[in-house]
C-alpha cells in the first residue's frame, strides 16, 4: 500500500520556514499571499493486509517518528 | 482560495532525509516499509478571481520559489 503523510506546523506555532517563504512570495509579486505554512510530505510504501491495517501502521509511524505531537499536526492517505 | 503544495524529490535523485526515516521505522518494528521520501508541504491562501487564476498562479509559484525543477517535483491542489 501507498501512504501519503502531511506534517503542519501547528496553528499558533511558530513558523520561521513559512515566514520566510510568505516574505519571499510578496517579494516575487504574489502580494496576496497569507498564511503560508512549511511543513513535510512523506511518501513511502507498507506490506499491509488491507487498507484499514495500513491506515493503522501509518497512524502508529506518526504517532512515533514522523510527527512532533507537541508542535505539529498530522495527515494521511493511503491507497494500493 | 487556499493552495496545498506537495513537493517531493525527483525519482533518482538521493534523498539522505528519506533513507534515515526509512531506516528509523525499521528499527521501531515497522520493517515492510520501502522507498520513503521526505518532501515538503506547503499551505497557503491566495486572492484570486477563480480557481484558474490560483492555480495559475499557484503553478507560477512552484516554478518561481517553492521547489527547485532540478532535484523536485511537485503537485498542488486548490480550494475555496
Redesign the interface.
Known sequence: MRV?V???PRKGILDPQ?RA??Q??HT?G?E?????????????????KSAADARE?AQ??CE???ANPNIEDFAFEVSE
Chains 1, 2 share one sequence.
Open positions: 501519503k502531511f506534517i503542519s513559512g517563504v510568505e519571499s512570495l516575487l504574489f496576496s499571499v497569507a498564511n503560508v505554512k512549511v511543513g513535510k510530505y512523506i511518501t513511502l510504501e507498507v506490506a499491509a501502521q502508529r509511524m512515533r517518528l514522523l
